[in-house]
């Protein structure tokens, strides 16, 4: 993992978190202050969903955090460590990047050669000549 990669990871744990936090404050949600038994069903289903959300927000963060502990615990047990937190690029990024170029490349050489004409086109749709 790349140094920029890992400082991301810790960035957007801590936004999940500051998120986690506003989302989990049950005076936001709906019907706040009223009893359950008082509440309509729209009320109840949407106070639920809040919930579900603020829910999911927090173990995106968290598996967030095992990513970042993960890569902590490789970086200290070497720089040859595959996970282990790099600087910068390596030299399995930059055979990712090629490749990927030369299949785009490919790809759009196979494309061209199945595109038909114009002519051709109006020809087996419209059966002009």
């Not at 114009?118 to 419209?126: E, L, P, Q, T």
Request: net charge neutral; hydrophobic share 35%.
């Amino acid at each position: 993992m790349r140094q920029d990669q890992f400082e991301g990871l810790q960035q957007r744990a801590e936004q999940l978190i500051d998120l986690f936090l506003s989302e989990s404050d049950p005076a936001k949600w709906p019907g706040a202050g009223i009893e359950p038994s008082a509440m309509e069903q729209k009320t109840r289903g949407d106070r639920y969903w809040c919930k579900k959300d603020a829910v999911a927000t927090l173990a995106c963060a968290q598996r967030i955090g095992t990513l970042v502990d993960l890569a902590r615990k490789k970086t200290a047990g070497g720089e040859d460590n595959p996970g282990a937190v790099t600087e910068g690029e390596d030299d399995l990024d930059r055979e990712v990047r090629a490749a990927e170029k030369e299949a785009a490349a490919i790809l759009n050489r196979v494309q061209a050669g199945a595109r038909p004409s114009k002519k051709d086109f109006d020809r087996r749709v419209h059966g002009k000549s």
